[in-house]
């Protein structure tokens, strides 16, 4: 089993930065592939960005490409996701997930955090 708690979020301006956090418990955490997703009101929950278990390989949507970076801390069994160059656009509530040795995606996770909320003014 494991659980995903996420941190961070918050109310930012256009163009602000936060770096958002989710940490996991277990000590199989480095098995898993990790990734970030998010779900603004009245839309689909959609894909953000994903990282390897290894943190080898990443992946990320178009949307997001260029400011927004996944790294992952095995030591502290964390993932966290830097966020620069906010939109308003980028208001959602963030979620981070688990899939054992693959990248999670919205319908194949094993495990999801309760979510995180972002709110960009403009």
């Known amino acids: 089993q494991v659980q995903l708690v996420e941190s961070g979020g918050g109310l930012v301006q256009t163009g602000d930065s936060l770096r958002l956090s989710c940490a996991a418990s277990?000590?199989?955490?480095?098995?898993?592939?990790m990734g970030w997703f998010r779900q603004a009101p009245g839309k689909e929950r959609e894909f953000v960005a994903s990282i390897s278990w290894s943190g080898s390989i990443t992946a990320y949507a178009d949307s997001v490409k260029g400011r927004f970076t996944i790294s992952r801390d095995n030591a502290k069994n964390t993932v966290y996701l830097q966020m620069n160059s906010l939109k308003p656009e980028d208001t959602a509530v963030y979620y981070c997930a688990a899939r054992l040795f693959q990248a999670p995606t919205i319908d194949s996770s094993d495990y999801w955090g309760q979510g995180t909320q972002v709110t960009v003014s403009s």
């Open positions: 277990g000590r199989t955490f480095s098995r898993y592939g």
